[in-house]
């Protein structure tokens, strides 16, 4: 984050009062850290763009319910690693290697 960037609780108020801008901006600033914990726990690049996508996917319908904004890194973080146990769920019933 350069130092003239606004904080995340900035950027999730913003968001929140409606300016998909604001999230924009928290989605490419976390991009690059829940697209590696995604794929750590796939090992591979298509399920885990996919993980990274419904992520942000619920990290977006759910901004308003942040209890606190200044905690946004570890609650998408959070949102990322759940559905990478999900994943793995999935592919352990289906058998898959």
Known sequence: MALHDPPDETLVERAVN?????????????????????????????DAEDIVQEALVRAFRALADLRDPRKFAPWIYNITLKLCIDWSRRRERRGSP
Do not use: P
């Open 18 to 46: 409606g300016d998909k801008d604001a999230f924009g901006l928290l989605a490419e600033r976390y991009f690059r850290m829940i697209s590696v914990l995604a794929y750590q726990k796939t090992s591979n690049r298509a």
